[in-house]
């Protein structure tokens, strides 16, 4: 295996060159939590005195923000009628980036996933393979950087190709491959899988091959020689029919190899001491001064001020997978009790989109709705609510509950996946062992909802110390990316030191 000449086992310091590929990574480009870990983790790492570099593709909004760019290789590609030009830069000026730059597939505004319409682009096959040799061909160091990775990190299924691709060549750098979503698979026909030239061998049902088309995701979760995923629960989960889209099989196949490494999070982002994008800046100390967002907040959003009233938040992407439906449902309840107010940014499916808007229309004094994607607001929000909703159908990490608990607002979230590893529930035990941190429900429906949003509002009647306990037990946790960082360090070590059997030519 490729570098493995640098690197001893008994050296547990040993710096280890990492390429890190995402599909988008803050603040370059982002559209939900991927972007956060990709903009997050990889520093992480650098502070941890690795030789870290970020991958992604040459979005405008991208090039736009890495600048000083550079052209440092020119590449040609299969499957691709114009030179793709690897650019250099940095990302927030410190950590290296790679930008794959092939105007015709992502130098379009907007979404990278997406066009103008809310459709896919009909060629994201087109685009992400392209990305994923790209990836490959500097983790070969065939791409003139003079430099090699000791292993390549792919997250989710725009990066999935890299580790098929790679996985029968000699010199190859190990690979890890993270799930942040099963539900996002990249499957497209065979015509597809033609048209892209991809190795032949790769259609089999021990490769690509996936009821007939094939799957990005797969060849990830194939041929990666470590998985992981964003929680430790969602790593049990996805090993079952219910959340594993009929790749449970494999993954259980697999699962000596596959384990949950909980997200951590920007805790110099996300931090109300000093978040340039809030009003009033507090802390564990001065949780006292957290209703001044509030009332500021109510005073931005047309909310009456009042600093009695219990704020209910929501932040996220309006898709089934966060139950915005189950939202929807008790907000005419929630609106009718009497202190209550509730703000929910967000945007996503158009019929989710419609009904929140009218739900806005009809309650104004109790409910606004901000559609869009608003980060300064986000922000406001997890600084000024008094609990935020996240009631999702499945979530594997999750980061909204992560940065309320940082900003001492209350969740209340549904159990699974990293929810359930995050957030202790409001009972008498831990009350008494001070270790409750929010509302948890178990059964994925209204009335489940429900019924923990009734145990937070009577548990918000109880002498204002109760909440206050609770929601400063929430500060404290500790979710900053070290420890997360150092445990993917020791899963890059046990990858470059036992790659998958006979994947492998030269060490
Ligand atoms: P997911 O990745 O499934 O969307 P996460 O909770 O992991 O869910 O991450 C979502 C991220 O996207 C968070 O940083 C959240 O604040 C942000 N986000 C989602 N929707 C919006 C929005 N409409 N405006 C601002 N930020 C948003
Ligand atoms: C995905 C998941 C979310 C997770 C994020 C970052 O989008 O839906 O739960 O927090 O990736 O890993």
Redesign the pocket.
């Known amino acids: 295996m490729g570098n493995l000449s640098n690197f001893s086992p008994l050296e547990g310091q040993t710096s280890l060159k990492i390429l890190f590929a995402a599909s988008e990574a803050q603040p370059l480009i982002?559209?939900?939590?991927?972007?956060?870990v990709a903009g997050s983790l990889p520093p992480a790492l650098r502070r941890l005195n690795h030789d870290v570099r970020l991958i992604l593709p040459a979005y405008p909004e991208a090039v736009e923000k890495a600048i000083p760019l550079k052209t440092l290789a020119t590449l040609h590609l299969p499957d691709h009628h114009e030179p793709v030009r690897l650019l250099s830069g940095t990302l927030s000026g410190h950590l290296p980036l790679y930008l794959v730059d092939a105007p015709s597939l992502f130098e379009r505004v907007g979404n990278p996933y997406t066009g103008p319409d809310g459709n896919d682009w009909p060629d994201n096959a087109q685009r992400f393979a392209l990305f994923c040799r790209a990836i490959a061909s500097v983790a070969l160091n065939q791409a003139g950087l003079d430099w090699q990775p000791d292993l390549v990190h792919c997250n989710d299924w725009q990066t999935g190709l890299v580790p098929a691709l790679i996985h029968s060549e000699g010199n190859r750098p190990a690979t890890l491959f993270t799930i942040?979503?099963m539900a996002y698979q990249g499957i497209f026909d065979h015509a597809i899988f033609r048209k892209l030239q991809l190795p032949p061998e790769l259609w089999s049902l021990d490769g690509l091959e996936f009821h007939g088309n094939f799957s990005f995701l797969k060849g990830g979760l194939a041929f990666a020689d470590r998985l992981t995923t964003v929680s430790p629960t969602y790593a049990q989960e996805i090993c079952t029919p219910e959340y594993g889209y009929g790749l449970e099989g494999l993954l259980l196949r697999r699962q000596d190899r596959l384990s949950g490494v909980l997200?951590g999070i920007d805790c110099q982002f996300w931090d109300p001491a000093t978040d340039p994008y809030i009003p009033q800046h507090f802390d564990g100390d001065t949780f006292h001064l957290k209703r001044f967002n509030k009332l500021r907040l109510q005073r931005e959003l047309g909310l009456p001020q009042d600093e009695n009233a219990f704020l209910f938040g929501h932040?996220?992407?309006l898709v089934e997978?966060?139950g915005i439906d189950m939202i929807l449902d008790i907000l005419p309840a929630l609106a009718s009790i009497e202190d209550v107010q509730v703000v929910l940014?967000?945007?996503g499916a158009e019929h989710f989109e419609d009904a929140l808007h009218d739900m806005g229309e009809r309650h104004p004094e109790k409910i606004v709705v901000h559609l869009?994607?608003?980060?300064p607001?986000?922000h406001r929000i997890e600084a000024g609510a008094d609990c935020f909703l996240m009631p999702s159908r499945f979530?594997?990490?999750?980061?909204?509950?992560l940065?309320s608990l940082r900003y001492g607002t209350v969740p209340i979230v549904r159990r699974t996946g990293g929810l359930a590893d995050t957030v202790v529930d409001v009972n008498p035990h831990t009350l008494l062992d001070g270790s409750a941190t929010g509302f948890v429900f178990d059964e994925p429906n209204t009335s489940a909802l429900w019924n923990a949003v009734e145990r937070a509002v009577k548990f918000r009647r109880r002498p204002p110390a109760w909440w206050q306990k609770l929601a400063m037990t929430g500060m404290r946790q500790d979710f900053c990316w070290e420890s997360s960082a150092r445990h993917y360090l020791d899963l890059y070590r046990e990858a470059i030191l036992n790659p998958i059997p006979g994947q492998t030519a030269s060490a």
């Open positions: 982002k559209t939900g939590g991927l972007a956060d942040h979503n997200n932040i996220g992407r997978q966060k940014l967000g945007s869009g994607y608003n980060e607001l986000a979530e594997p990490c999750g980061l909204n509950q940065y």
